[in-house]
């Protein structure tokens, strides 16, 4: 397992694990951050992450992006 960060932009990832207190498992549970989920990279830009999940464009810090492990 790595984190999200470590994903190259462009790749198809699924979620193995989401860490951290179970208000920031449910925060990124309500915006489709699930386990066995799949995100689409689509780029990194100033210490944030863009992703696609279900059809809708994220952007992440790096923080939280962290917290989500592939």
Same mark, same amino acid.
């Given at each position: 397992?790595?984190?999200?960060?470590?994903?190259?932009? !462009?790749?198809?990832?699924?979620?193995?694990?989401?860490? !951290?207190?179970?208000?920031?498992?449910?925060?990124?549970?309500?915006? !489709?951050?699930?386990?066995? !989920?799949?995100?689409?990279?689509?780029?990194?830009?100033?210490?944030?992450?863009?992703?696609?999940?279900?059809?809708?464009?994220?952007?992440?810090?790096?923080?939280?992006?962290?917290?989500?492990?592939?």
């Amino acid at each position: 397992m790595m984190p999200l960060t470590m994903a190259s932009a !462009g790749e198809t990832v699924m979620i193995k694990k989401i860490n !951290g207190k179970d208000e920031t498992k449910q925060h990124l549970a309500a915006m !489709g951050f699930v386990e066995s !989920g799949n995100v689409t990279i689509i780029s990194k830009i100033a210490g944030n992450v863009i992703l696609r999940v279900k059809n809708s464009r994220v952007a992440l810090g790096m923080g939280m992006a962290n917290r989500i492990m592939i």
